[in-house]
């Protein structure tokens, strides 16, 4: 009993090693991604980040989807 009891501590001991060097990859990677974001916003223009705000807004078709054409005024003619 005891050998099975150790075997499978050790195996999760190992298992949670692992899961702690990914979560540290992971936070460094996420750290060097925030970094970049800031760095981009700041060198981003005005019109820039409108533009791309504009295109994250939920009323705001997606790209992906198909768009019908409409008349300037709105609607469909």
Not at 26 to 48: D, F, G, H, M
């Amino acid at each position: 009993m005891d050998l099975v009891k150790n075997h499978l501590m050790y195996a999760v001991r190992e298992e949670v090693e692992i899961l702690k060097e990914q979560i540290r990859d992971l936070v460094e990677k996420n750290s060097q991604l925030e970094r970049e974001n800031t760095l981009l916003k700041t060198l981003a223009s005005p019109e820039q980040l409108e533009k791309f705000q504009s295109r994250l807004s939920p009323e705001e078709p997606t790209p992906e989807a198909p768009q019908t054409p409409e008349a300037p005024g709105g609607s469909a003619v």
